[in-house]
């Protein structure tokens, strides 16, 4: 690579603020082309702004965007753009008009961006009619802007290192080394009479095969076929092929060694900017099939998980916010590390979705930086927190929910109490029988007391009966009302939890006169309806 590009590349953070001026310039200059006529005074001037800040942007090397339904990322860096309502706008554009990858090279003219501008001012449907932008610079002989190309930067960095790249006649792409297939049969013994097969042909051949090897003969003839439509940017097809190969990834009936096979395929053809295209559909609220999407980005793993993230962060749609997270829990832990990080940010929304995905993966490795924000400053991340780490359980996260029952506010505490029963925490049982069990002469531990003994209900343990059966029992001189308000959800407790010995206690208060009699023929009722329900 060049020295100049090389130093544009590494000076990230000048790259994405030149990104940002130049798409925000453009799309300037884009609205000037639709509104204002050949000859406007303005036009020339709002044209002349965008060219010198594209022409500032490409001055050590080329640079290619990749298109977002919501903004733009930077081919082959991690650095987001930070994006405003003119580059959304740009994006919501170039997106209609099916351009999912842009190349600015440094000898951009005038002229050439004045033929781009001109050709995305046409409506989608015309720009169709007329094979595509890219068709349409084509005949005009623009070749410093390339669209759904392979980034050329990407190709002159492969080949100063050496990488070494299939004959034209092969499409021009190389197999990725990573876990690489078996090398093919000759050719005519695979598809007969010496004809290469299509892909659509290598597909029905999958289907249909059965033997190990010959699969995986055939996966790397796909693959040899399908990574062209990849480097020319032919996502749609491309995603045909994925979707294919997907079912038969997945086939319980096939082979371990067919399915291995297909996800490395699948893997390779999917990592890169395939990825972005399989986000921009997740996040298309009218895309139909989200769930294969997910299944994709899953065999993709820890690879993807950049760009989910960064797309997650950065969306304001909540549509999107939930399918970007459903693919990160399908992903799973090799999206950790990334949520984990996103939990020390200084937007509460953000930490807020990263703690639900990691409640959702489930992993207890996660405990150490749940417990972090666990004591968030916001509320709601508290109580999110709370929500996690009694889904994950274990001793680490028990401990953490205990110590907010101890320490922290009341509405704290009781959400602690809650969850640790909506989980069914054994480990909490004797914590919160403890808890019951508290002398409380001014009633300040009464709301806490009384979700204990809801919790208790809940993990469904029956060597709490005894206490609870102490519980009802108790008598007192002072605080009646408090001590009635406990006796009534022990009861329920009770009834709860099951079984003979509660029956027989439940039946003693039943059939006596006592203020409890009501409540406890009532529990005996809830009891029976529960148990019936079981039958």
Not at 48 to 55: G, I, N, R, V
Not at 235 to 244: G, I
Request: hydrophobic letters at 45%; glycine letters at 8%.
């Amino acid at each position: 690579m060049p020295e100049d590009q090389r130093n544009l590349l590494e000076d990230s953070e000048d790259l994405g603020a030149a990104c940002q001026k130049a798409l925000a310039e453009t799309s300037k200059a884009l609205k000037a082309f639709s509104f204002y006529p050949d000859n406007h005074p303005l036009r020339s001037q709002i044209l002349t702004s965008a060219y010198e800040a594209l022409a500032n942007l490409v001055r050590r090397g080329p640079v290619t965007l990749i298109v977002q339904r919501g903004g733009f990322a930077i081919a082959g860096r991690k650095d987001a753009i930070e994006n405003n309502p003119m580059t959304k706008a740009l994006a919501q554009e170039l997106f209609a008009r099916e351009l999912q990858r842009l190349t600015f090279l440094p000898e951009l003219s005038p002229a050439d961006l004045s033929a781009l501008l001109s050709a995305l001012a046409v409506s989608p449907q015309k720009i169709a009619e007329d094979g595509g932008v890219a068709g349409m610079l084509s005949r005009n002989g623009i070749s410093a802007v390339i669209v759904n190309q392979i980034d050329v930067s990407a190709v002159y960095t492969k080949k100063s290192a050496g990488q070494a790249e299939e004959e034209e006649g092969d499409g021009g792409a190389e197999v990725p080394e990573e876990r690489p297939l078996e090398p093919s049969p000759a050719q005519g013994s695979v598809a007969g009479e010496g004809a290469e097969p299509g892909v659509d042909e290598l597909l029905a051949a999958l289907a249909a095969e059965t033997d190990d090897e010959r699969y995986r003969q055939l996966a790397r003839l796909l693959l040899k076929k399908a990574l062209p439509l990849k480097l020319e940017g032919n996502f749609d097809r491309l995603y045909v092929v994925l979707a294919r190969l997907l079912e038969q990834q997945a086939d319980p009936a096939r082979s371990t060694v067919c399915r291995d096979v297909a996800h490395t395929v699948l893997q390779q053809l999917i990592l890169g900017e395939m990825a972005e295209h399989l986000l921009n559909h997740l996040e298309d609220v009218d895309f139909p099939d989200k769930e294969a999407i997910c299944r994709m980005l899953r065999l993709g793993g820890a690879e993807v998980v950049d760009a989910v993230v960064r797309r997650l962060t950065a969306t304001g749609s909540r549509g999107a916010r939930k399918a970007l997270g459903t693919a990160l829990v399908r992903i799973g832990v090799q999206a950790q590390p990334q949520l984990l990080t996103l939990l020390k940010d200084g937007r509460v929304q953000v930490v807020q979705m990263a703690v639900a995905i990691l409640a959702e993966i489930g992993n207890r490795d996660a405990v150490k930086g749940l417990v972090l924000t666990a004591y968030h400053p916001e509320g709601r991340v508290r109580m999110e927190s709370i929500r996690a780490l009694a889904r994950i359980g274990g001793m680490e996260a028990t401990g953490v929910l205990l110590s907010l029952v101890q320490e922290g506010d009341e509405p704290t505490a009781l959400h602690a109490i809650s969850w640790l029963g909506t989980c069914r925490n054994q480990a909490a049982l004797e914590p919160l029988l403890r808890l019951v069990a508290r002398r409380d002469l001014r009633g300040k531990l009464q709301a806490l007391q009384l979700e204990a003994l809801r919790a208790v209900g809940h993990i469904g343990d029956r060597r709490a009966l005894a206490a609870l059966f102490k519980v009802v029992r108790r008598r007192c001189l002072l605080g009646t009302t408090r001590r009635r308000e406990q006796k009534l959800v022990a009861l329920e407790a009770i009834a709860a939890l099951g079984g003979e010995q509660a029956r027989a206690f439940l039946q003693g208060y039943a059939s006596g006169n006592g203020e409890l009699a009501g409540p406890a023929a009532a529990a005996l009722q809830t009891m029976a309806q529960k148990e019936t329900g079981h039958e």
